[in-house]
């Protein structure tokens, strides 16, 4: 079964520009969750993503969007990019159906801000 | 709210040495806790997690973690780490939704363990 899979993997971007991710979780998932890492702050929920419908989101501005479309797959985008938004950016899938699903993640997507 | 500390960010051992990686999380109600690892330049990786059922639990490479409810710790243990073992590693504690699990995970700040061959 492939993996959780985000494109593209490395990319620069000048502030106040905005940037578009895309995740495709692994097949059958229905849940997908994004993530912000950085050396300073750590791992940082962002949201999550089910059937469609954001069912959590995290603390970051209204910037930072997403989208998940009918076959599960997902898009994250941020507006006016700032400086500080140089971060990878990690998508996770699980299926969410009962109590003891695994989360697994991609390779994360690599935002330089310049 | 809730969060997870981890209590050791920076931990250098040398092969062979026995590990433990202590972690607590805050949350009175059902969770389910992971530890991830991320190798230096990979993407994260499941190490082992625990659901409900026996709080021992062991995981890939070796690793086992044991569930204190009373202590709300999930602390990682290793009895003989080898070099390949550099990593960072993250506990992380997911909440439920109804009967579910959502995908929300809320980490720890991450200890980076480094092994001296």
């Known amino acids: 079964k492939a993996g959780v899979t985000q494109t593209p993997r490395y990319l620069i971007k000048t502030r106040g520009q905005q940037v578009t991710l895309s995740c495709s979780p692994i097949?059958?998932?229905?849940?997908v969750s994004w993530y912000q890492q950085t050396p300073g702050q750590g791992l940082q929920f962002l949201f999550e993503?089910?059937?469609?419908?954001?069912?959590n989101k995290g603390n970051f501005p209204g910037r930072f969007s997403g989208r998940q479309f009918s076959n599960s797959r997902s898009e994250m985008n941020v507006s006016t990019l700032e400086l500080g938004d140089s971060a990878l950016y990690l998508c996770?899938?699980?299926?969410?159906?009962?109590?003891?699903?695994?989360?697994?993640f991609g390779e994360g997507s690599w935002l330089t801000v310049v | 709210a809730q969060s997870v500390s981890q209590h050791n960010h920076h931990v250098i051992l040398s092969e062979a040495a026995s590990l433990e990686l202590g972690c607590n999380y805050s949350y009175g109600g059902t969770v389910n806790l992971f530890w991830y690892v991320q190798y230096p330049g990979q993407h994260l990786q499941l190490l082992l997690k625990y659901f409900s059922g026996d709080p021992l639990v062991k995981g890939i490479k070796g690793f086992e973690a044991e569930f204190i409810k009373s202590k709300f710790s999930f602390n990682l243990r290793k009895p003989s780490v080898q070099w390949s073992d550099t990593a960072e590693y993250f506990c992380a504690v997911n909440s439920l939704y109804g009967s579910s699990n959502t995908g929300k995970l809320i980490f720890g700040q991450g200890t980076t363990l480094q092994v001296k061959p």
């Open positions: 993503y089910f059937s469609e419908t954001q069912r």
């Open positions: 097949s059958g998932h229905r849940s």
């Open positions: 996770a899938s699980s299926s969410r159906t009962g109590s003891g699903n695994t989360i697994y």
